[in-house]
């Protein structure tokens, strides 16, 4: 059985999207399956149309070739009659059984225009709504004519694919609700390559002598800043943690549209000494800036997009043997049982906040079982094995 995977973008790239992406594919390999691969236009310019990145080749799609490539709403035209141009070329090459594509929904509708020549089954993945991510970061309103525009076309997608999967039980029901019959959709989870997060069982010395870190208890976030990971409040309370346990320290890994948000407000409660921003770090170093944490918070704000849509992030703070504590929103209560994997608080509620953040500091004898259950909860539930042989019936009853 041969899969050809319809990708928006891939590695070398960094991001959630192309790490699952690249799990996916190493783990259908191990189960003897074969697998092809392609990407849509905004991998961006690409030096060759064909590359091989670790043991994967990925056909790009090259852009620019339409009249109104440039123009505004028909250059997102322009990228799906693109890349199903392209994607004839690579399904006349390698010869696929299955038509497998992921989000967005511009990928999907480039395989719907090739499907039917072909006679391919067509899988469409949704791993998340653009249109609600886009309402957070600003490039349109809930219920514009772009967001409306692109929540049409992917019902459309769900509607004329062959199956639909999907990351988690919020997106299934919002997809469901578009008037798909429930057997049509299948979750594959979001889950953790337990080989590449081993449990971390010391800090780096050097890199906890460089922040000043030495002997005291850090919570942390390590991720990209935005809105609604809900920093801004993670730093409120914290101001008040912090008076009552003075060896406590804030850790921020990352960057994003946030960043001067968080320094002013850091400056302004004068937590300049207990507040470490670090900014972007290579992402080589990652794990060793994930040693240094002992608790990982997640203070999501509660919004479509965060009750619909599981993250990442608290998974592989669990495989390395981390402490997690994190907002009730819809996709935190997927991954989290409070008081057995991690805690929850009251999403929106500061005293909530700091009361579960004083809790778990206080009750460092519980600290070892928290732990144990995460990695537990990962290794059985939550890994790439279990999660990516969901993928089996799918693509048997649509090759029958």
């Known amino acids: 059985m041969k899969v050809l995977h319809i990708l928006d973008h891939s590695i070398p790239l960094h991001s959630g999207y192309t790490f699952r992406t690249r799990s996916i594919l190493k783990q259908q390999r191990a189960n003897g399956w074969e697998t092809a691969h392609i990407t849509s236009g905004k991998q961006g310019d ?19 070739c339409k009249w109104y490539s440039s123009l505004p709403l028909l250059n997102q035209l322009a990228i799906i009659n693109e890349m ?18 992921h989000s967005p929904a511009l990928t999907g509708a480039a395989a719907l225009k090739v499907k039917k020549k072909f006679n391919l089954p067509l899988v469409y993945e949704c791993r998340g709504f653009w249109e609600d991510a886009a309402v957070d970061h600003g490039t349109c309103k809930e ?38 019959p429930k057997g049509k959709i ?7 390559d337990i080989d590449r997060f081993p449990v971390i069982e010391h800090k780096n ?22 809105a609604y990971e809900g920093l801004l409040f993670l730093v409120d309370a914290f101001a008040e943690v912090v008076k009552k346990d003075p060896q406590a320290r804030l850790l921020l890994v990352g960057g994003g549209p946030e960043d001067e948000a968080i320094k002013a407000r850091v400056k302004e409660l004068a937590l300049d000494e207990v507040v470490i921003l670090t900014g972007r770090v290579p992402h080589a170093q990652v794990s060793d800036y994930y040693s240094l944490v002992d608790l990982f918070v997640y203070p999501r704000e509660k919004m ?30 997927e991954l989290i049982t409070d008081g057995y994997n991690g805690l929850l608080y009251q999403s929106g509620s500061q005293a909530s906040l700091i009361a579960v953040l004083e809790k778990m500091l206080e009750e460092s004898d519980q600290w070892a079982t928290y732990r144990a259950n995460g990695r537990k909860y990962v290794e059985t539930v939550r890994n790439w094995e279990a999660s990516v042989a ?11």
């Open 304 to 333: 479509r997009l965060t009750d619909l849509v599981t993250p990442l992030k608290p998974l592989e703070a669990m495989a390395q043997g981390k402490l997690v504590v994190a907002s009730d929103v819809g996709g935190h209560k």
């Open 390 to 400: 969901n993928y089996k019936d799918v693509y048997e009853r649509l090759l029958r």
């Open 84 to 101: 199903a141009d392209r994607l004839s070329e690579v399904i006349e090459e390698t010869r696929p059984d299955i038509l497998h594509a």
């Open 205 to 226: 010395e050097q890199l906890l002598n460089e922040l000043g870190l030495q002997g005291k208890r850090v919570l942390g976030f390590i991720g990209s800043f935005y």
């Open 46 to 64: 690409v030096a060759t149309l064909k590359e091989e990145v670790e043991e994967f080749t990925f056909y790009r799609t090259p852009v620019g």
């Open 186 to 192: 299948t979750i594959i989870p979001n889950a953790v």
């Open 143 to 180: 219920n514009d004519l772009r967001y409306k525009l692109t929540r049409a076309l992917e019902t459309h997608v769900f509607k004329k694919a062959d199956a639909v999967t999907t990351i988690c039980e919020g997106l299934r029901a919002d997809i469901q609700a578009r008037g798909l």
